[in-house]
């Protein structure tokens, strides 16, 4: 089915994209350009700290708006490649949140480990892509900026960043209720979600808003052994806004509450081309296996694997406008727990369980001004960042413990860290011409980490422990340039420079033991050139960009996986790869094909791998070659929308197909021997259907949707197992329906 529906589909997005962008609308007349009947409206984004249009905007940049997020079914975060292709973010596997992608440069998530990408949530930075909430509950917009962003999002955006915008309190009085239920083909997985907005004026110049959502699933994927399930969740969000409107200022208070508990059933991939070293050190019979040819039948399971998280914060804005322009400040304070309980043997009896966690508090301030005069216009600002976290936990090998070469045991880990950053930045731009306008910018970073990693490790006549202390000051300046010429005031070329930073760490595990070289990893660098045009044609009924680019990479941190014979161990590290060149091209399009039908369609096409490795320890793995993980070289989505007023409302309906082409989810020194190449996790290629229709009249809205229509099985991440020589999979979601209903008031 993939190579038909591939050929089909390729043909028809890459005969539609001769100019190219897809943009989403909610209708809200604060935030679109308003056009005539029959013409596609426009989005407007904050991608630069000021309001102004996507097609605008000198950068590669997807947005979607509030009833959109509805309409194509974007129930998570996780979910944001349906609309935008270059993007993954999908479960990593070790319950530590989602693996965030974008072009090919992503870091899985582990404890304290910063991610390229950065996440934002109304303009606050959060390092922890585990305790960011990935249900987008009454949300204004999602932006998607590719490509560094260093200079105006400062740092851990080399790749890009994913900005989430709230809605705001409401000058009228208003609210929604929504209820969701719906679930799988799994016996008994139903899943259920309840939501609740009100908002308005509590005084004259005073309006709140509070929003209370719960959802429950009880898990796709099934052990009919046991009756443990995978693919579950429980999340609970809490939120409250207070927006006071002044004379020339506006002040934002928040405060959120969010948990989600995820307990999960992992299970291993076994077959021909699935193994990831050699022969494995138990019984194949021993182990819990993905069902065969049903991946969502793990059979065989001994444990409920959990991953709870939970976090609280404040956050306050403050806009007051002066005669050099609106001065912002913007201040967050989140406090995060991550708790882990993990099956790490994959076995039906006790080997081996781990349980970790991290505990952080985050804080962050940014003091700018944004302005403009005549043909000038300018942006500058301060920017402060604190972490401080305690990450750990324990390994306890059991009563089967014969299997590893160190017999039964317990091992303590904690790493204590606290990070401060400081930056200053700023960027200028100047209308040459009419239609030809300069940006350029920069920005100063200066990071100062310190950690205390301890060790204790327990067997049955033996004790052992280490402490080690490690501290490292990065800094970096970060420029980026913009050359941008209308054609007419809705179409137009750029060609642009950005850079980034990704500040140096350090490495947990038996690698801290070593004071050399393999305790700690070098900052990340990165120098990205683009091209693109942006445009609306044929009376504003097509709207579209396309983009290439050329990254370079220096120092670039990828995550490597690697088994110690000697103690049966796999140890999971950062490491510098040298240098990586990833070029590629990116398309979208939005056409009105009649006034009710709309076509829409994006590719991202991806080209990389590890051009020179520059080993930082001696003795390493030699990674040139090797494809960067998470980079897919082709990856598409279509999507058919109609969208009309019927009877006494509004029909509308959406159809999509997304594929994703074979990619390696890591980089991995060991070899396959059943074919004598590095085995790097393999996640084949697939494709998936989603439906979403609805109708909407009065105060009322109910829509139906199904995910994965054609229910296809798929692994999108895989991860090396302790115990085992075969990859861990937590299957994808297999077809899923449910139906929404929603009065407004």
């Known amino acids: 089915m993939i190579f038909n529906t591939r050929l089909f589909l390729t043909g028809l997005t890459l005969g539609t994209l001769s100019a190219t962008a897809w943009s989403a609308t909610d209708g809200n007349p604060d935030e679109l350009a308003q056009v005539d009947a029959g013409t596609l409206e426009q989005v407007v984004v904050t991608a630069r ?73 109304d303009g606050i930075y959060d390092s922890r892509p585990a305790s960011i909430n990935r249900q987008p509950i009454d949300v204004a917009r999602v932006e998607v900026l590719k490509g560094p962003q260093g200079t105006l999002f400062g740092r851990n955006t080399i790749a890009g960043a994913i900005s989430i915008t709230t809605n705001d309190p409401t000058e009228i009085f208003e609210g929604n209720v929504q209820a969701e239920y719906g679930g799988s083909s799994t016996n008994g997985d139903t899943l259920w979600a309840a939501t609740g907005v009100i908002s308005g004026p509590l005084t004259d110049n005073l309006s709140g808003r509070i929003v209370v959502h719960n959802a429950e699933r009880e898990g796709y994927l099934e052990d009919p052994v046991s009756g443990f399930r995978g693919g579950l969740y429980q999340v609970e969000v809490y939120r409250a806004k207070l927006m006071w409107r002044g004379e020339g200022f506006t002040v934002k208070l928040s405060g959120e509450h969010s948990f989600e508990d995820r307990p999960r059933v992992d299970c291993l991939l076994y077959g021909d081309g699935k193994r990831w070293t050699s022969n494995p050190t138990m019984p194949v019979s021993a182990f819990t296996y993905c069902g065969q040819p049903n991946l969502w039948e793990a059979v065989r399971s001994d444990f409920q694997a959990s991953s709870k998280v939970g976090s609280d914060s404040v956050n306050l804005s403050v806009d007051f406008d002066t005669p050099i ?110 239609n030809l306008t300069l940006a350029v910018g920069g920005r100063y970073s200066n990071d100062d980490k310190q950690s205390r990693y301890e060790s204790f490790n327990y067997t049955v006549s033996t004790t052992s422990s280490f402490s080690v202390l490690r501290e490292g000051t990065w800094e970096s300046f970060d420029p980026s340039a913009s050359l941008t010429y209308h054609f007419t005031p809705d179409s137009m070329v750029y060609v642009s420079y950005g850079s980034g930073y990704r500040a140096g760490g350090f490495n947990d595990g038996a690698t801290a033991v070593a004071s050399g070289p393999a305790g700690y990893y070098e900052p990340e660098q990165v120098d990205s050139y683009e091209v693109g045009v942006k445009g609306r044609f044929f009376d504003g009924r097509l709207q579209g960009s396309l983009a290439a680019f050329l990254t370079d990479y220096t120092d670039l941190l990828i995550n490597t996986s690697t088994r110690d014979e000697a103690t049966n161990t796999i140890f999971t590290t950062q490491v510098n790869a040298g240098e990586s060149q990833v070029t590629g091209i990116e398309m979208s399009a939005e056409y009105r094909i009649i006034d009710p039908i ?17 080993p930082k320890v001696p003795g390493s793995a030699d990674y040139t070659g090797f494809p960067l993980p998470r980079m897919s070289p082709l990856s598409y989505v279509v999507g058919l929308e ?75 991440s895989l991860i090396a197992s302790l115990a085992n020589r075969f990859p861990v999979a937590m299957p994808s979601e297999r077809r899923t329906v449910g139906v929404q209903v929603r009065v407004s008031f």
């Open 49 to 121: 700290k000021r309001e102004e249009r996507l097609l605008d905007v000198p950068l590669s940049l997807s947005a979607v708006q509030g009833r959109q997020l509805e309409d194509v079914g974007l129930k998570s975060i996780d979910r944001i490649s349906v609309l935008d292709p270059s993007v993954m973010y999908d479960a990593n596997g070790t319950g530590q949140g989602g693996t965030p992608s974008i072009r090919g440069s992503s870091t899985r998530s582990t404890g304290q480990t910063e991610t390229p990408i950065g996440l934002f949530q």
């Open 642 to 716: 109609y969208n009309s007023s019927i009877g006494l409302g509004n029909f509308f309906g959406r159809l999509s197909y997304r594929y994703r082409d074979t990619y390696t989810n890591t980089v991995n020194a060991n070899i396959d021997p059943s074919t004598g190449e590095p085995a790097n996790l393999w996640t084949p290629a697939y494709d998936v259907w989603d439906l979403n229709i609805g109708y909407s009249w009065s105060t009322w809205r109910i829509n139906a949707y199904g995910r994965n229509l054609a229910n296809e099985q798929y692994t999108p």
């Open 598 to 614: 709309t076509l829409t369609a994006a590719v991202a096409i991806n080209e990389g791998e590890i051009d020179k490795f520059t």
């Open 325 to 434: 322009g609106t001065i912002t400040s913007l201040s967050g304070f989140k406090s995060g727990d991550w708790q882990s309980h993990l099956n790490t043997d994959q076995a039906q009896y006790e080997a081996a369980t781990s349980n970790s966690s991290d505990n952080h508090q985050l804080f962050s301030e940014e003091l700018r001004v944004v302005g403009e005069s005549g043909r000038w216009s300018w942006l500058g600002g301060l920017y402060y960042f604190q972490d401080e976290s305690k990450n750990g936990g324990n390994s306890i090998t059991g009563p089967y413990a014969s299997a590893y070469a160190t017999g039964q045991r317990e091992s303590i880990d904690n790493n204590y860290q606290r990070l401060q950053s400081y930056a200053v930045f700023g960027q200028v731009s100047l209308d040459i011409l009419q």
